[in-house]
């Protein structure tokens, strides 16, 4: 039987990444381009850099929950064998899209962040084009926030799958000490 305790940390470690990758999503910073009158130069001048205090703590919630799933799992390739069923058969699937799920979800945090603490730093000439005042893409966060959601479906389920397989644990020959050596008549 899956660990209901474990269940419930998880879920509740998953809805706190995701909420903060919405809200980081929501107070990406904006740049305007600002003008220096006395020196005639154009710079970028940044609002909030929270969205990447955000994005970075969601990268750190969701990477607690996997650990948590696959430590309580045992990684799926460590410990005694499971039962050849559908359980098993799921259990891997799962597995191997709950990884890539949280890959993603990673990634599209990690850079979304990244992006978001840079600030460009040079400035212009009035006679010059304008800076280019970088900012983090609309629906970076947003894709890290949808990863994290189906991360953290597919990890429920695995773990469900791969418990379920565990208590249905595989014994070798039957557990008859001496296969093949009946009587025969």
Known sequence: MASKLLLIAVFVL??????????????RSTAKIAQDSEVNYNYCVYDSDIATGYGVGAFLFL?????????????????KGLNPSGSR????????V???????AEICLLAAS??????????TIFSEQPPSCETVRKG??????????????????YYICY????DKSFQAYGGEAGVGMGTYK
């Open 114 to 123: 990244v992006t978001n603490a840079y600030h460009t730093k040079y400035r």
């Open 63 to 79: 990477m607690v929950s996997q650990t948590l799933i696959m430590v309580a799992s045992r990684c799926f390739c460590c410990g």
């Open 98 to 104: 709950c990884w890539l799920f949280f890959l993603i």
């Open 89 to 96: 058969a799921w259990a891997v699937i799962l597995f191997i």
């Open 14 to 27: 998953d809805l706190i990444a995701f909420g903060l990758a919405v809200a980081a999503e929501q107070r």
């Open 163 to 166: 418990s379920s397989a565990r």
């Open 140 to 157: 970076a966060f947003a894709a890290g926030a949808a990863f994290i959601f189906l991360n953290a479906i597919v990890n429920k389920f």
